[in-house]
Each structure stands twice: as structure tokens, then as C-alpha cells.
């Protein structure tokens, strides 16, 4: 692979309170020919730590390469990248705290399940990263209350006896087990009923609001983003294209449906009652909407 | 990654070998493989390499791919060419160390078995190489036919044959997908002794089987909810049907391998002729 050269050691000024940094991003998978597109290009952000991050863009436009950057399962060809001060353009970064500090759960990650019993799979990660074995049955217990299961009742149960909803969540514990700083999601919530989505987004921004957690999130459902970023970040055929605020971005409508995107319903309210002559404040959601335009009409009526 | 695993695919254009009848290339890639063995010297080799560089110019493919597929076996070839080398105790003594000793009849036997070999590879990977997996399998079915009147199931066996196929992709898929799932959450594969590393692949294998046996389920379950039955009679969508390029390709193959069979039943005969014998 024709790496060297072109990988940039991070600048020391890189502030301690950035969680990750890239600078030209550039990456391809087939690096040896000449013909392979290339998946990223030129990728530079800046992410704080306990930011709650939305990563958006069509299929194919290069946001699992990306993600997967971010814990080295994808190697760096071009450009820089700090990861929670691990610089990942040296040689061997140290992967194992790395991948500990960075928590990674893929699409469907029920189908990644494996042991005989919960409390072994949600148990895989600490074991790998060297976490002492008298710790591990605690450190399960916490993480598969924190998504929502009783852990006497898991505990001893196969993890393919489970339900798909439930199968998912003990998915999610088992890399929340680690205690990850940043926490990465390949589109957490396809295929969960709506009571599941919303309880998975509950538990991500209770990580995120009350741990401090990162959270980068992959999406394809622009009204959870809506709802629940802080910044959206959109991707087009390997490049960044936006990265704003999720009320700034979403009234660009023409350039969303550019995109192939949709524009979230609460925005597209918010856009119209604004057409109208009527601006509110910042929602994020139905509830907020609402209380807006009560307080409207009080004002009004006033 | 694995899916860069390349080893015979089919390589899409547009030439001679591909527009053959896949029944017909079948037939001949067998013959080849067959004929292969009969050839004695390195005339023939030589012949035959001129057949395949024939072929291969006829079929677009680039020599790359087919080298490509070489790469494969690597290992295979120079375990047989050092087995032969090490194990022909015939001709001259040309070097003795410790307890190995090297013949010369060693290395032409070595020398022979590697031609054969690549030969027989590059054959059989011209015929992926330039055949979909389903006109393969089609072609099995369509050769198979004939063994119907004593029950032999060739349609099913044929049908097995193509969803193997199908399923293999996804599979490659999933297990780099696995793969990267459990290395992130710590798990390594190149670390510790033999058995630590065996055991490593468990968080793997059983969710790849376990996801194996779901979709051939879910594939079962779509099949029977259309009534599929192999029984009866069913036809094919495209019809498979003989060319000139197929009569054209088949004489040239038969009459080298023709010419191969008759050096070899007339090898005692004509052994005053000593060229064809080097
Ligand atoms: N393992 C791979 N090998 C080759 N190309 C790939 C591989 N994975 C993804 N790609 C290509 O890289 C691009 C980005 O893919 P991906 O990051 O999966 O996009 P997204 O997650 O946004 O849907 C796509 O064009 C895809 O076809
Ligand atoms: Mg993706």
C-alpha cells in the first residue's frame, strides 16, 4: 500500500477538549489500482468531546469508511487523524486503548452475538482489553441495566433465545460495557419498532448529556437528527458537504432534496409557519413546537 | 479484506470464449484437464501453450486475471514441484546435501508436474473466467439430463449448486463485517500461541453460521410461499442454444488434444523421432 508520504503526523496544537480531529481525509480501497474510486476525499472536522455529532449523506457516500476510521479498523492512506490524542498517522498506534475508548456498534449488531450465555458476549469486550476478570460481572451488570434489561434475568440466557429487540440491546451493552469516551452508531435504529428507536435514542442521549459521551451517530432518519443532534454533518460521494447546526441546515431545503435528503417534519413546520411571518424559537421536536406557539398565542393575547 | 479475493470470477466483456456455448466450454475445459495429463514432453507443453495463449487472446480476458488465479495455489505448486524434486531418484546425481539429493530427471519430472498444474488452472480459470456461475450451472444441469431416466436429481443438484453460489458474496460480506464488529470491541487474530488463535475465531464462525442458517431459511420460506417445485417440468429463461463459434472452437480444441492422444498411443512406435520426445 503506497502509504508514507502522505500521512501527516497531527500538529501538537490539537486542544484537549477535541475529541476527533482529520485534516484531508483521503481514502480508497483499492489503493494499489489506479482505477479504484476513492471512497473519501479530503475529509477535515473538528469534533469536541461532548458534542452529539449526526453524520448524513446518500448510500455509498463514504460514512461507515469514515466511522470506521475512527478506531483504525480502517487504516489512515492520507491526511491526519487524532483520535482522543492517539494519532493514528503513527505506525502502531496503541489499538487497544483506542478501540476501548472508542465504541463502535455497527448496523444490526444483534447479528454479531456469539456466546453461550449474555453475560459472556457483554463480557468480550472487557476480557480482550485486558480489564481485570473480577471486575467484568460488574461492569455487565451496569451496562445491561443501562440498556434497559434485568440483568438476573439475562444473564444466563443465550443471547439467541432473546428477542430481536432485546438481542440488540444486549448488543449495545456489550460495547457500552467498556466505557467508551466516544461512542459511534452505524445507523442504530434501522429496523426497530418505534418504541425501540425511541428507547435506543433515550439511552444515547442519556450518554451523551449525562456521561459526557461523544456520540457520532449515522442516520438515514432526518427526524431523529432533527431531534437529536447538535451538528449534522453531510457526506456526498466521499466528501463533506455541510456541517452545521441542524436548524441551519435543514432550511436549505432545495439543496436537501438536492441530496436526496429529507427535510424533518418539525423543520418543514417550522419553515412554512415561517413563510407565513411567524418565527419561533428553536424546536426540536412536536412537544417544543407547541409549546412555542402556545406561548405565541398567550404573547398574543396579551 | 476479503472480498478482494478474485480467484476465477467472472470477467464481464464481450469476446469469442464468452459467447461459446457454456455446455460446450464445459465439455472442452474437461477435456483439456484430461488431455493435460497425456502430454509427455515439453513440445507438448509448448503446444499447449500456444492453445491457451490462443484462447485466452480470443476470450479479452487479460493474462493478469488468469496469472491472477495462479497466485491461488501458490503454495500448492511449489510443494508438488519440491515433492517431485526431492522424491525422483532417476538420471544423474547433480547435487547431494545432507539428506536431500537432486536428480536430473528430478527436476524435469518437477519441472513437468508445475506445467501441468498451471496449465490446468489457467484452464479451468479461462472457463469462470468467461462462463456466469449460472450458464455453469445451467450447462451442469443441461449435461446431467440424461441421467433423469435413473432418478438422478439433476435439477436440484444443479439448483443447490447455484444458490451456493448465490449466497457466496454475501457471506464474504458478512464475515468482514463480523470481523471488524469483534475487533472492535478488542478481539485480535494475530496474537498468542496456535490454539488462542484458533479459539479467536469463534466470535466468527458463529455468528456467520448462525446468520448462514438464517438466510437460507428465509430463502426456504420465500421459495415455498411461491410453490416452488423442482419436479416438474420447468424451463429455462434463456435457452441455450448452439453457435458456428461453438463448432468452430470445439474442432480447433479437439483436434489438439486429438493430436496430444495420438502422440501418446503412438509414443512407442515413433520414438525415432526424438525432437517430439524432449
Ligand atoms: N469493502 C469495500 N471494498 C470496496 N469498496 C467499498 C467497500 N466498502 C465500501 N465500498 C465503497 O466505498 C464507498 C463508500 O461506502 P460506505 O462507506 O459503505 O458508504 P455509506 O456507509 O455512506 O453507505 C461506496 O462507493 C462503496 O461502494
Ligand atoms: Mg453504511
Redesign the interface.
Known amino acids: 500500500m503506497p502509504r508514507a508520504k502522505k500521512i501527516v503526523p497531527t500538529p501538537s496544537v490539537v486542544e484537549p477538549n477535541v475529541a476527533i480531529y482529520a485534516d484531508k481525509l483521503t481514502f480508497s480501497y483499492n489503493a494499489k489500482s489506479t482505477s479504484g474510486k476513492r471512497a473519501l476525499t479530503d475529509i477535515s472536522l473538528t469534533i469536541n468531546r461532548g458534542e452529539f455529532v449526526a453524520l448524513v449523506g446518500h448510500t455509498g457516500s463514504g460514512k461507515s469508511t469514515f466511522v470506521q476510521h475512527l478506531n483504525a479498523l480502517m487504516r489512515l492512506q492520507q491526511g491526519s487523524l487524532n483520535v482522543l490524542g492517539h494519532d493514528l498517522a503513527q505506525k502502531k498506534p496503541n489499538l487497544m486503548q483506542l478501540r476501548k475508548q472508542v465504541g463502535m456498534v455497527f448496523q444490526y449488531p444483534e447479528y454479531q452475538l456469539f456466546a453461550d450465555t449474555v453475560l459472556e458476549d457483554v463480557c468480550f469486550g472487557p476480557k480482550n482489553f485486558g480489564v481485570p476478570a473480577s471486575e467484568h460481572e460488574q461492569l455487565a451488570k451496569k451496562a445491561i441495566e443501562l440498556v434497559g434489561l434485568d440483568f438476573e434475568e439475562v444473564k444466563n440466557k443465550s443471547p439467541f433465545d432473546l428477542s430481536g429487540g432485546e438481542k440488540r440491546r444486549v448488543a449495545f451493552a456489550g460495547v457500552l460495557v467498556s466505557e467508551p469516551q466516544i461512542l459511534v452508531l452505524d445507523e442504530p435504529t434501522a429496523g426497530l419498532d418505534p418504541q425501540g428507536k425511541k428507547e435506543i435514542l433515550q439511552l444515547v442521549r442519556k450518554l451523551n448529556k449525562e456521561q459526557g459521551v461523544t456520540v457520532i451517530m449515522v442516520s438515514h432518519d432526518m427526524n431523529e437528527v432533527y431531534e437529536n443532534a447538535d451538528r449534522v454533518i453531510v457526506f456526498r460521494d466521499g466528501c463533506l458537504v455541510y456541517d452545521l447546526p441542524p436548524q441551519q441546515l435543514f432550511r436549505l431545503e432545495n439543496e436537501i432534496e438536492d441530496m436526496n435528503l429529507e427535510v424533518p417534519q418539525v423543520a418543514a413546520f417550522c419553515n412554512v409557519l415561517e413563510q407565513a411571518g411567524i418565527t419561533l424559537p428553536t424546536c426540536h421536536n412536536v412537544e417544543e413546537v407547541f409549546a412555542a406557539l402556545c406561548a405565541l398565542k398567550e404573547g398574543s393575547n396579551a | 479484506?476479503l472480498r478482494d479475493v478474485t480467484f476465477g470470477q467472472y470477467y464481464l466483456t464481450k469476446s469469442f470464449v464468452h459467447s461459446m456455448d457454456a455446455r460446450i466450454k464445459l465439455i472442452l475445459c474437461l477435456l483439456f484437464m484430461v488431455g493435460i495429463f497425456f502430454v509427455q514432453s515439453f513440445v507438448g507443453f509448448a503446444f499447449v501453450a500456444l492453445f491457451l495463449l490462443v484462447a485466452i487472446g480470443f476470450s479479452h480476458v487479460p493474462l493478469g486475471s488468469i496469472v491472477k488465479s495462479i497466485k491461488g495455489i501458490i503454495f500448492l505448486l511449489c510443494l508438488t514441484a519440491l515433492l517431485n524434486m526431492f522424491f525422483t531418484k532417476d538420471g544423474n546425481l547433480l547435487v547431494s546435501w545432507w539428506i536431500f539429493e537432486i536428480y536430473d530427471q528430478g527436476l524435469i519430472v518437477a519441472a513437468k508436474m508445475l506445467l501441468r498444474l498451471v496449465f490446468l488452472v489457467m484452464g479451468s480459470s479461462l472457463l469462470t473466467l468467461t462462463t456466469t456461475p449460472v450458464d455453469l450451472t445451467h450447462a451442469i444441469e443441461s449435461l446431467l439430463k440424461p441421467l433423469k431416466v435413473i432418478k438422478f436429481p439433476a435439477h436440484e443438484l444443479a439448483l443447490i449448486m447455484s444458490l451456493t453460489l448465490s449466497f457466496i458474496p454475501g457471506l464474504i460480506e458478512?464475515t468482514d463485517?463480523?470481523i471488524?464488529?469483534?475487533?472492535?470491541?478488542?478481539?485480535?487474530f494475530d496474537s498468542g500461541n496456535l490454539i488462542k488463535r484458533a479459539k479467536a475465531f469463534?466470535?466468527?464462525l458463529?455468528?456467520l453460521l448462525?446468520?448462514g442458517f438464517r438466510k437460507a431459511e428465509e430463502l426456504a420460506n420465500a421459495m415455498n410461499s411461491r410453490c416452488y417445485e423442482g419436479s416438474t417440468n420447468r424451463t429455462q429463461m434463456r435457452v441455450m442454444k448452439l453457435s458456428w463459434r461453438d463448432l468452430v472452437g470445439a474442432l480447433i480444441t479437439v483436434a489438439v488434444f486429438a493430436t496430444i492422444f495420438v502422440v501418446y498411443a503412438m509414443r512407442s512406435q515413433w520414438s525415432t523421432i526424438t525432437w517430439l520426445y524432449f
Do not use: T
Open positions: 479484506m458478512e463485517r463480523i471488524s464488529a469483534q475487533k472492535a470491541r478488542g478481539a485480535s469463534v466470535p466468527i458463529i455468528p448462525v446468520g
